[in-house]
């Protein structure tokens, strides 16, 4: 059996974090030469070299992500460890690494905020990024839950459902649609539309939306990286898009985008909180899915009332037109 210390895991991944021994052996409180020498260690219980090292700072090898992998989960062990024993004494302690897609820092704040009101003692650390980056933090153990609207097909993961997520195609007010009824699917994939990068949760509900359109998966629209720029490209007038009706309250109280009114719009999907099913469950994160479940849809945004009256559902959800 590999006869590694808790030290010498320590140090990879601090080494990992930062990319540099310098920055690692500061945040662990050792000199450089120390750290050095766990790596060395490390490197030669394993047999193989477990980072690369490039004009860009220290790089896992193949052999280095497996052993990062164990570093994570016997840190992550350790740590809901300390919060069962916290548990046993009957106090709602602990730390719950959170992590969303780029749509849930919309309303993510405001859910922290409502749930540390009740749990003052549950700290949470907040990661957010796009479909791909959550993905993989929640794969390493580096999140405990995830707030996502697609669970991951290929990793072992529980998912619990805790509120409705309406897609709506966008337009800026002066737009030649934007008083039009009823768009068929076949008039608006005649538009120019600003799209999400590939693989994200959006991207892929609108690659559905238009798969029986001929020709417009090959065309589908200019990507661009994020919700923010996409709402300010269209405002701009540069294309429509398709996106979270979460992400855009502000600009249409505001009057500064507009929802078309297509056809099998809105598409509806479902947020959840994606966790691991094949690790341990600590305190905290019971404790926080029990509050998405009972609390958790009203901290989504709502529907703004500048919205036509006919176009509002329940929990400010745009009913989908048939």
Known sequence: MLNLTLRQLRSLLEIEKSGKISIAANSLGLTGPAVTLQLKQAEEEIGLPLFDRTSDGMRPTAAGQAALDAAYAVQERLRLLEEELIAFKGGKRGTLKLGGVS????????????????????DIELFIGNRADTIEALRHQRIDIALMGRPPRDIAV???MFGDHPLVI???PDHPLARKRDISKEEIAAEKFLVREAGSG??????????????????????????????????????????SAHTIEQELQLGRLVILDVVGMPIRRQWFAVSRSDRSRSPA??????????????????????YPAEMIGSYGVLPLKR
């Open 103 to 122: 749509t849930a820092k919309y309303f993510t704040p405001r859910l922290i905020a409502a749930f540390q009101k009740i749990n003052p003692d549950i």
């Open 202 to 243: 959006t991207r892929i509900s609108l690659e559905i939306f238009f798969a029986d359109v001929p020709g417009k998966l090959d065309q589908l629209g200019t990507e661009m990286g994020s919700n923010e720029t996409i709402k300010q490209a269209v405002m701009a007038g540069l294309g429509i898009a398709f996106i």
């Open 285 to 306: 994160m019971n404790i926080f899915e029990t509050f998405l479940n009972s609390e958790g849809a009203q901290y989504l945004p709502v529907t703004p009332k500048t």
């Open 170 to 172: 966008i337009g800026p």
């Open 158 to 160: 529980e998912a619990v």
